[in-house]
C-alpha cells in the first residue's frame, strides 16, 4: 500500500495512513454513483417531433420560432440540490428608474390589487411592504378574509411608516367591505357605493417632467400609473420633455365628494409634434386610433432550439435540505453550452453582467411592467443600456455561477412579481377586425375631439364632459 495510483498526483503523500486513502477512495465512488445519474438526467434530451407525436396534450404547447419549435417533454418539479441554489441574489435586481420611484413613494392614494391564483391575503400584503403586525392583526380579528376570491379587487392605504389604515375589499359591484384603523385593531363596516361615474377630460403641457405635470393637472397617481401602462409599448415615458402634451379623458365614481376608482376612457400624448392614442373598447383593451393593438407581443420560449424543461416555475418548492420554502422563480431548460438565448420580447438591457449566483446574466426591461431574465450564460453577447427586439440573440447558454449542469434559467415577471412564463398570459399585439373594427372606429371619431388640446378647439373646453358636444373636425 506504499504506492499509490500516480495519476492521482498523490506520491508525494505516500505517509498517509492507508485508512484515509481508503476514505478517498470511498469518497470518489460516492461521487461517481451519486452524482453524474443526477446530472445526466439533467442535460437528456428527446427529439422534438417524437415528442409531439406522443405526446397529444401537449402539442398544444409549443411556440414555433423561425422554422423551429420548442416542445415541453417534462414538466416536473425537481427537488434537487442544485436547483435550489440558482437563484438571484438581491444586488441583481433591477434598478428603479424615476417613474418606479414616484409610484413606489406615494403615500397617499389606495393601492389597488386584484386576486390572483394562489394568492393569499398575507403573501400579498407583505410583498407591499406594509407592516407585518397590521397584517397579522387584521387576518387574525377578520377570519373571513381568507375567502378573497380570484377576480375580487382590493385596495389599501398605508401612511407614511407603511402601517396600515384601510383595507377595502370590493365584494360585488355595490358593496364594499372597509377595514378602518382604530389604535391597534380594525374595524369593519359596509360602505354602499352609488355607482355615480362622472367624466372628466383633463389636459396639461409638459414643463419638466410628465407625472410632475400629470398631477398639477389634477389626475392622481393611480391614474398616471394607468396611463404609462396602457401606452407602455409606444412612449418612454421618462423621455417627454418640454413642450409635450397629453389629454386624457376618463371616468370617475365619484362616493359623495370624493372618488374612488376611475376609468381611463382614452388618452392622447403629443411627443416631439408626435400623436400617441390609446382608446378604450367594448373589450375592455386599448387600441390606437386605427385599431390596432397597443402591446407588443412575446415569445413564450427564449430559445430556438428544442429543449426539455429540467425545473419549472414553482413558488412553493421547499428546499431538499432546510425543508424551508425557497421558490423557483423561473423555468430551467436542459440545454448545453453554447446554444443560442433570444430575447423575448421588445426591451432595453437594463443589466448584462457576472453576478455570483446568477452566473453571467442579462435582465431585459419590456415597457413599463415586464422584466425577463437569462442566467448561468456562458457569453453576454449585449451591453447594458441597449435596445433589443423580440427574438434577437443575446447570449449563449452555459453553465456559470451557482449551477451543477449547463442550463438556462429563464424568468419572467409582471410588476416585479415573478410569474410562470410558460402559463402566464403574455401581452397580444392584436388588432380589431370585422364588426368590432368598425364600431371601435366610430367610438374614435366621438372620442378624438374630446382628446383635443386646448389650443386646438375655438370654444373653451369644459371641464365636465359628460354632456359633451364639441363636433369632429
Ligand atoms: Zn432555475
Redesign the pocket.
Known sequence: MQHIDPSKNKTEKSKIPYYSIFGVIFLVFLFVFLWKPLNSARVAYIPLNKTMEKQGKEAKLPAVIGNASVEIIQDQPNLTDA?SI??PIPEDEVVKDELDEAFESKDSGPTYYTIAKGDTLTGILSQAGVNRNDVYQLTKQFKQLANLRVGQQISWVVDENKSLQVFNWYISARDTMVYQREGDAFAQYTEKREGNWQAFTISGQIDNNFIAEARNSGLTLNEILSITKILQWQLDFRRLKKGDRFTVSLLREMIGSRHSTSRILGVRIQNNRRDYYAILADDGNYYDVNGMGLARSFLRYPLAKQAKIS?SFNPRRLHPVTGRIAP?N???FAVSRGTPVLATGDGEVVIAKSSGSAGNFITIRHGRQYTTRY?HLDKILVRQGQRVRKGDLIGLSGNTGRSTGP?L?YELRIDNKPVNPMTSSLPQAEGLTGKSKSAYLELVKGIKPILAFPSEIKAPIVNNQSNNTLSAD
Do not use: L
Open positions: 436547483e440558482d437563484q425545473s423557483h423561473g423555468v430551467d442566467m442550463h434559467h
